[in-house]
């Protein structure tokens, strides 16, 4: 089969389309046709040599994916050869084939194509794990959401909206901000030309928000503590505003306040599969009321993943980039 090769540590240009090994199937997994993929941070974060994939796991990039199954291990009963479906990966969707646990498996939500398909897993697996299953967020409360035009802000707008709470975004242009508005955002920030704690403050009557769901790190860390409500959730999930930073930890304290942080990529298979799970029974119902709409820039051909590579990094895109074999 062929994958994208991360030929040596480095920018877009060390990927390359190569001839591989197909992958091995276990027992306890399926084969996926792979019809498509989508780009995540990670898939750049291990380009440049910084996020290993888990033990077992493929070496190539890509964290999730759409396709048929092609195949099935001895144990697995849920799936069928022919089966539309996608898949949540510890990697390999930058490939024609990919071995998947059957636990991280999942139908095409009703009314969305095997293509947009390949952009939910990821997502709604990052986003229900952390706001809703340990953050808590319920009807009626506030979210923050930094990089609300990311793919996990188009998602979280949606799904939040969805669960009845009020969702504030922070983007830096205003075309990003109007399109988080135009899938439900209701207080849109500029981060370069507004102080989100001061809005916050502002559209909170002086409260905060009940929750945050954080990829920035250090940089927001003082600022997004001083942004919670009583009994407030911060849940980091990226550091790209750094790891090392000094706080005034008072807000803990005076107001309750809970901090968290997690990646989904190396968590156990039991973990996994209780996501999807509780993704399947929860969020997919959503879609296929259409309520929540895959958010999906551009697709590339995988032989030009040095050019979604490159896009992804420009942070110009709104929502999903994706990969077709």
């Known amino acids: 089969m ?75 009963s849920k799936w069928k050869i022919g089966d539309q479906v996608c898949a949540l990966l510890g990697g390999g969707g930058y490939a024609e084939k990919v071995a998947v646990p ?55 707008i949606q799904i939040a909206k969805y669960r009845g709470a009020r969702v504030f ?19 849109a920030i500029n981060y370069k030309t507004e102080d989100f704690v001061e ?6 009557g002086g409260q905060g928000v009940d929750v945050i769901l954080d990829c920035m790190g250090a940089s927001y860390y003082q600022r997004n503590l001083d942004s919670l409500n009583l009994d407030g959730r911060l849940f ?15 807000p803990l304290l005076a107001k309750r306040l809970t901090v968290q942080a997690a990646g989904l990529r190396n968590r156990s298979l039991e973990n996994k599969a209780a996501i999807i799970s509780e993704v399947e029974k929860n969020v997919w119902p959503a879609i296929a009321e259409g309520k929540v709409k895959p958010v999906v820039y551009k697709s590339f051909p995988l032989a030009e993943a040095v050019d979604a590579h490159r896009l992804m990094e420009s942070s110009k895109h709104i929502g999903k980039i994706l990969l077709v074999p």
């Open 2 to 76: 062929k994958a994208i090769v991360i030929t040596s540590p480095g920018g877009p240009e060390v990927l390359q389309l190569q001839e591989v090994e197909d992958p091995q199937l276990q027992e306890d997994e399926v084969l996926i046709g792979v019809h498509a993929t989508a780009l995540n941070r990670a898939d750049t974060l291990q380009r440049k040599g910084f996020h290993p994939p888990p033990k077992g796991a493929s070496p190539y990039l890509g964290l999730e994916c759409s396709g048929t199954v092609l195949s099935i291990g001895i144990n697995v």
């Open 102 to 156: 059957a636990g991280q498996v999942l139908p095409i939500p009703p009314g969305v194509s095997l293509t947009d398909a390949a952009s939910f897993p990821e997502v709604a697996c990052t986003v229900w794990s952390t706001i809703f299953m340990t953050s808590r967020l319920s009807q009626g409360e506030t979210l923050l959401v930094h990089g609300g035009s990311s793919g996990i802000g188009t998602f979280a």
């Open 169 to 187: 975004v922070t983007a830096g242009s205003e075309e990003k901000l109007a399109f988080c508005k135009s899938i439900g955002a209701d207080v």
């Open 199 to 204: 809005r916050v403050k502002e559209e909170t």
């Open 236 to 250: 980091i999930i990226g550091l790209q505003g750094g790891v090392t930073t000094e706080a005034n930890l008072r």
